[in-house]
């Protein structure tokens, strides 16, 4: 069984950055699809970014609109560690920041479809 901890939330000033991580242990092949959500209190959970590192190529990297230009998701050498790093942070970027893990997704911002999840980091941005 896989598991998952984020690390690396606070708080900042807007314009600012931060750099999320989320440590893996055990089977992490068994979840080729992984990446990060959010949720702000009182709205959904939404997706951010993923990255896929099942296929034989380069990892392939998806970014919700909002954050695009921003943020940058990416793995370390081992890959049993992901990261999120986070510029140009804007006040709409508080939330609750989730790392979350599948073996396969239908859409990868779906978050139904993923079904390993960490306990979150809390980003706060403020004006």
């Known amino acids: 069984q896989v598991q998952l901890v984020e690390s690396g939330g606070g708080s900042v000033q807007a314009g600012g950055s931060l750099r999320l991580s989320c440590a893996a242990s055990?089977?992490?092949?068994?979840?080729?699809?992984i990446g990060w959500f959010r949720q702000a209190p009182g709205k959904e959970r939404e997706g951010v970014a993923t990255i896929y590192t099942g296929g034989p190529g380069r990892a392939m990297t998806y970014y919700a609109d909002s954050v695009k230009g921003r943020f940058t998701i990416s793995q370390g050498n081992a890959k049993n560690t992901l990261y999120l790093q986070m510029d140009t942070l804007k006040p709409e970027d508080t939330a609750m920041y989730y790392c979350?893990?599948?073996?396969?997704?239908?859409?990868?911002?779906?978050?139904?479809?993923?079904?390993?999840w960490g306990q979150g980091t809390q980003v706060t941005v403020s004006s």
């Open positions: 979350a893990g599948a073996r396969w997704v239908g859409n990868v911002f779906n978050q139904y479809d993923y079904n390993v």
């Open positions: 055990g089977y992490t092949a068994s979840l080729p699809y």
